[in-house]
Nanobody, 124 residues
Framework: QVQLVETGGGLVQPGGSLRLSCAASGRSTSSYVMGWFRQAPGKERDFVAGIRRSGGSPYYADSAKGRFTISRDNAKNTVYLQMNSLKPEDTAVYYC?????????????????WGQGTQVTVSS
Protein backbone atom coordinates (compact mmCIF):
# COMPACT_ATOMS: atom_id res chain seq x y z
CA GLN A 1 0.00 0.00 0.00
CA VAL A 2 0.93 3.63 -0.37
CA GLN A 3 -0.21 6.73 1.48
CA LEU A 4 -0.40 10.02 -0.41
CA VAL A 5 -0.31 13.55 0.95
CA GLU A 6 -0.83 16.60 -1.25
CA THR A 7 0.54 20.04 -0.43
CA GLY A 8 0.98 23.32 -2.21
CA GLY A 9 -2.56 24.50 -2.72
CA GLY A 10 -3.72 27.99 -1.91
CA LEU A 11 -5.20 31.22 -3.19
CA VAL A 12 -3.68 32.68 -6.34
CA GLN A 13 -4.68 35.45 -8.72
CA PRO A 14 -5.65 34.68 -12.32
CA GLY A 15 -2.53 34.26 -14.40
CA GLY A 16 -0.51 33.10 -11.43
CA SER A 17 1.25 29.82 -10.73
CA LEU A 18 1.25 27.11 -8.12
CA ARG A 19 3.18 23.90 -7.70
CA LEU A 20 1.43 21.01 -6.04
CA SER A 21 3.38 18.18 -4.47
CA CYS A 22 2.26 14.67 -3.66
CA ALA A 23 4.45 12.85 -1.17
CA ALA A 24 4.14 9.11 -0.90
CA SER A 25 4.95 6.81 1.98
CA GLY A 26 4.65 3.12 2.56
CA ARG A 27 5.86 2.06 -0.84
CA SER A 28 7.96 3.65 -3.54
CA THR A 29 6.13 5.74 -6.12
CA SER A 30 8.24 3.98 -8.75
CA SER A 31 5.77 1.11 -8.39
CA TYR A 32 2.82 3.20 -9.52
CA VAL A 33 1.37 5.20 -12.30
CA MET A 34 0.52 8.56 -10.77
CA GLY A 35 -2.28 10.93 -11.61
CA TRP A 36 -3.69 14.29 -10.63
CA PHE A 37 -7.42 14.87 -10.54
CA ARG A 38 -9.57 17.77 -9.47
CA GLN A 39 -13.08 18.26 -8.22
CA ALA A 40 -15.00 21.50 -8.13
CA PRO A 41 -18.07 21.92 -5.90
CA GLY A 42 -21.06 20.10 -7.33
CA LYS A 43 -19.03 18.52 -10.11
CA GLU A 44 -17.46 15.17 -10.79
CA ARG A 45 -13.83 14.40 -10.17
CA ASP A 46 -11.93 15.03 -13.40
CA PHE A 47 -8.59 13.86 -14.67
CA VAL A 48 -5.93 16.55 -14.98
CA ALA A 49 -2.65 14.79 -15.73
CA GLY A 50 -0.94 11.44 -15.39
CA ILE A 51 2.55 10.04 -15.64
CA ARG A 52 4.00 6.59 -16.08
CA ARG A 53 6.26 4.91 -13.55
CA SER A 54 9.42 5.85 -15.43
CA GLY A 55 8.35 9.47 -15.80
CA GLY A 56 7.89 9.19 -19.53
CA SER A 57 4.83 9.92 -21.67
CA PRO A 58 2.94 12.38 -19.47
CA TYR A 59 -0.68 12.71 -20.45
CA TYR A 60 -2.87 15.76 -19.96
CA ALA A 61 -6.50 16.69 -20.09
CA ASP A 62 -7.24 19.26 -22.77
CA SER A 63 -7.84 21.84 -20.04
CA ALA A 64 -4.30 21.34 -18.75
CA LYS A 65 -2.32 21.14 -21.96
CA GLY A 66 0.19 23.92 -22.38
CA ARG A 67 -0.34 25.24 -18.84
CA PHE A 68 0.28 22.34 -16.45
CA THR A 69 3.27 20.04 -16.17
CA ILE A 70 3.34 16.77 -14.26
CA SER A 71 6.66 15.35 -13.13
CA ARG A 72 7.95 12.85 -10.65
CA ASP A 73 11.05 12.26 -8.58
CA ASN A 74 11.03 8.61 -7.61
CA ALA A 75 14.09 9.07 -5.44
CA LYS A 76 12.05 11.48 -3.31
CA ASN A 77 8.80 9.52 -3.66
CA THR A 78 7.14 12.70 -4.84
CA VAL A 79 5.02 13.73 -7.79
CA TYR A 80 4.51 17.34 -8.79
CA LEU A 81 2.00 19.36 -10.72
CA GLN A 82 3.27 22.72 -11.91
CA MET A 83 0.34 24.93 -12.80
CA ASN A 84 0.87 28.13 -14.76
CA SER A 85 -1.48 30.71 -16.26
CA LEU A 86 -4.15 29.73 -13.77
CA LYS A 87 -7.77 30.61 -14.47
CA PRO A 88 -10.76 30.92 -12.15
CA GLU A 89 -12.15 27.74 -13.68
CA ASP A 90 -9.13 25.87 -12.31
CA THR A 91 -10.54 26.37 -8.82
CA ALA A 92 -11.07 22.95 -7.25
CA VAL A 93 -9.75 20.46 -4.76
CA TYR A 94 -6.80 18.71 -6.37
CA TYR A 95 -6.15 15.07 -5.62
CA CYS A 96 -3.15 12.87 -6.18
CA UNK A 97 -3.81 9.23 -7.05
CA UNK A 98 -1.82 6.07 -7.66
CA UNK A 99 -2.49 2.87 -9.52
CA UNK A 100 -0.54 -0.25 -10.31
CA UNK A 101 0.23 -1.32 -13.86
CA UNK A 102 1.77 0.77 -16.58
CA UNK A 103 -1.04 2.69 -18.23
CA UNK A 104 -2.28 6.15 -17.43
CA UNK A 105 -6.04 6.01 -17.11
CA UNK A 106 -8.24 9.07 -16.97
CA UNK A 107 -11.05 7.44 -14.98
CA UNK A 108 -10.92 7.88 -11.19
CA UNK A 109 -12.19 4.36 -10.57
CA UNK A 110 -9.01 2.95 -12.14
CA UNK A 111 -6.89 4.36 -9.33
CA UNK A 112 -6.33 2.45 -6.11
CA UNK A 113 -4.95 5.05 -3.73
CA TRP A 114 -5.87 8.66 -3.10
CA GLY A 115 -4.65 11.58 -1.06
CA GLN A 116 -6.88 13.83 0.98
CA GLY A 117 -6.75 16.68 -1.53
CA THR A 118 -5.51 20.26 -1.49
CA GLN A 119 -7.63 23.30 -2.27
CA VAL A 120 -6.67 25.56 -5.17
CA THR A 121 -8.56 28.82 -5.49
CA VAL A 122 -7.97 31.16 -8.40
CA SER A 123 -9.52 34.53 -7.74
CA SER A 124 -8.73 38.22 -7.82
Amino acid sequence: QVQLVETGGGLVQPGGSLRLSCAASGRSTSSYVMGWFRQAPGKERDFVAGIRRSGGSPYYADSAKGRFTISRDNAKNTVYLQMNSLKPEDTAVYYCAARGGSIVYTTPSEYDYWGQGTQVTVSS
